[in-house]
């Protein structure tokens, strides 16, 4: 079969292989795939909360609205602006994963919050980890926040916003060639313009107040709302994804706006190690067999699964119209490079007929099952009637996960190629 490479075969999440041993202890596939069913729907209910604080005006609401994919005017968005001050801890679901929950709090340090009872007034418990953000440098109150977060054993986060406002602010003193207009002697700006010194600048200023406020080896993260493919949000998605434990890692990951090229393969990686248990799950169902493929297939799980790997990687008509008027162009050069179906065309007779498609091979996905994926390999040993269904599902979910990974990557640059221009 074209595409299956031994060493490419995902290794499956460790919380998700004690799973798969006690379904396949006994031999018994119904046994098994209910079994597998229940480990897929735990991780499922799994609930993500964060929490976005800093001072008042620092750009929290827009960073909630930008990391639930919203512009600051959709439904669903947090109110932004220079009067939206945020007065209680409010939670913002993300509109596509509600069980992962954005936490706009009200501003540390204002006469209501006080540094000392603030974790306390906006319930610290609740919370998987903070970002704390300033728009400026960061105050004596960002970092007493952070030493008590640190103290309490959670993570945080540092980010810099609205550093396009800085670019700007910059550029200012530049003419159209790059040069700087005027030479004071004393000045500390370069003769040429230059992006990456000026993020550079920014970044280190950050960290030298930081240190100086007693953080050790701070990392700070300088984000604009208005471009979230550029500077250091991609960035800080991974850093968020990889602080956190298996399957909250996952939860947070599925919701991420698909802004990198990184964050596509993180995405792809992570969503490789569930396809032992879904394949497992969807292979022991009391139905009737399918006509032509003499094996029973839970389809209606199969086409929830491939559906939502469209939702993972932004591959249904919503996203893509989303993405179309963000990026500023018509939707149809966007779909121009979508091979795979969307969501919107996944039907139980797609499924079947990929299902069919992979049969074929079934005999020789099963050897490489059994050699590379040792707990599946083993039901598909004991069980003689999952080894045809068993593989043919586990090939037929990763080769479709893989082919949505590479449109949503073909999507991505021809957003970037906008950005450019
Ligand atoms: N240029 C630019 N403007 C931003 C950015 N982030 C936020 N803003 C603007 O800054 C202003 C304040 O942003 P908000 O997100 O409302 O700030 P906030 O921290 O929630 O404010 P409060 O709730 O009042 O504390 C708004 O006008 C935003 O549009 C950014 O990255 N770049
Ligand atoms: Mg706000």
């Keep these: 079969m074209a595409g299956v490479d031994a060493k490419e075969l995902p290794k499956i999440l460790e919380e998700d292989v004690e799973a798969l041993?006690?379904?396949v202890g006994k031999g018994n596939l119904t046994e098994a795939?209910?079994?597998?069913?229940?480990?897929?729907?735990?991780?499922?209910?799994?609930?993500l909360n964060f929490a976005v604080t800093g001072e008042a005006g620092s750009g929290k609401s827009s960073f909630v609205n930008a990391i639930r994919g919203l512009g600051d005017t959709d439904d669903d968005a947090a109110d932004t602006g220079v009067n939206e001050t945020t007065m209680e801890p409010t939670a913002y679901p993300h509109p596509s994963y509600p069980n992962v929950i954005v936490w706009d709090l009200p501003g540390i340090g204002?006469?209501?919050?006080?540094?000392?009872?603030?974790?306390?007034?906006v319930g610290f418990s609740r919370y998987d980890?903070?970002?704390i953000i300033s728009c400026t440098r960061f105050k004596t109150h960002d970092i007493e926040l952070a030493q008590e977060i640190q103290r309490q054993g959670k993570n945080f986060y540092f980010v810099r916003s609205k550093v396009d406002q800085d670019l700007t602010n910059e550029k200012r003193h530049y003419d159209e060639e790059g040069i700087l207009k005027q030479r004071k002697a004393a000045t500390k700006r370069s003769h040429q313009y230059s992006e990456s010194a000026i993020l550079d600048a920014i970044r280190e200023n950050c960290i030298k107040g930081l240190e100086a406020g007693g953080m050790v080896s701070p990392r700070v993260f300088l984000v604009s709302r208005q471009d979230l493919c550029n500077y250091d949000f991609p960035k800080l998605q991974e850093t968020l994804v990889d602080e956190l434990p298996g399957h909250k890692r996952l939860t947070l990951l599925r919701s991420l706006s698909n802004v990198s090229k990184e964050i596509l393969e993180?995405?792809?990686?992570?969503?490789?190690?569930?396809?032992?248990?879904?394949?497992l799950a969807s292979c022991a169902v009391a139905a009737a067999p399918i006509p032509g493929l003499s094996i029973v297939y839970d389809t209606s799980m199969l086409v929830t699964s491939l559906?939502?790997?469209c939702r993972d990687f932004g591959l249904n008509e919503n996203a893509l119209a989303t993405l179309a008027r963000q990026a500023n162009k018509p939707i149809a050069e966007l779909k121009a490079v979508i091979k795979s179906p969307l969501s919107e065309e996944i039907t139980k007779d797609l499924v079947i007929k990929l299902l069919t498609k992979y049969m074929a091979g079934a005999v020789q996905y099963s050897t490489i099952l059994l050699k590379c994926v040792p707990v599946v390999g083993a039901v598909?040993?004991?069980?003689?009637?999952?080894?045809?269904?068993?593989?043919?599902?586990?090939?037929?979910?990763?080769?479709?996960?893989d082919a949505d990974a590479a449109d949503a990557l073909r999507v991505l640059e021809v957003v970037m190629e906008g950005d450019r221009d």
């Design 21 to 23: 041993k006690a379904a």
């Design 110 to 121: 204002t006469p209501k919050f006080k540094s000392d009872t603030y974790l306390e007034q």
């Design 129 to 131: 980890f903070f970002i």
């Design 307 to 309: 559906q939502e790997y």
């Design 266 to 279: 993180k995405k792809k990686q992570q969503l490789h190690r569930q396809i032992c248990l879904k394949s």
């Design 380 to 401: 598909v040993g004991c069980v003689s009637a999952a080894a045809v269904s068993l593989p043919t599902t586990y090939f037929m979910l990763k080769n479709f996960l």
């Design 33 to 47: 795939a209910a079994k597998a069913k229940e480990a897929l729907e735990m991780a499922d209910k799994i609930t």
